[in-house]
């Protein structure tokens, strides 16, 4: 059993950084591909970041790709997303998720633990 608790988000300006955590409880914490979410009012859950047991191994979505950055600390059994030039349309809550791993890592229904999630708010 994995639990994740999120933290980070909050209200900026367009332009902004913000640096999500997520920690992670459990020993087996390096052996779990960790990935982020997000999702927006009314819109379904969408494929944000993963980053693989192997950390070398990190896939984006094309509409972060350059300005996200997503990392992980195996000592503190966290994992961040590193959020540069922050856009509108980013806001949503970001949820962290993990799993073992496996294909279809841009596929929701391959994870089996979540976050509560953390709402980032991006202001014009």
């Known amino acids: 059993q994995v639990q994740l608790v999120e933290s980070g988000g909050g209200l900026v300006q367009a332009g902004d950084s913000l640096r999500l955590s997520c920690a992670a409880s459990?020993?087996?914490?390096?052996?779990?591909?960790m990935a982020w979410f997000r999702q927006a009012p009314g819109k379904e859950r969408e494929f944000v970041a993963v980053?693989?047991?192997?950390?070398?191994?990190?896939y984006y979505a094309d509409s972060v790709k350059g300005r996200f950055t997503i990392s992980r600390d195996n000592a503190k059994n966290t994992v961040y997303l590193h959020m540069n030039s922050l856009k509108p349309e980013d806001t949503a809550v970001y949820y962290c998720?993990?799993?073992?791993?496996?294909?279809?890592?841009?596929?929701?229904?391959?994870?089996?633990?979540w976050g509560q999630g953390t709402q980032v708010t991006v202001s014009s």
């Open positions: 998720s993990a799993r073992r791993p496996g294909p279809s890592a841009y596929e929701a229904r391959t994870y089996d633990y």
């Open positions: 980053i693989g047991s192997n950390p070398s191994i990190r």
């Open positions: 459990g020993r087996t914490f390096s052996n779990y591909d």
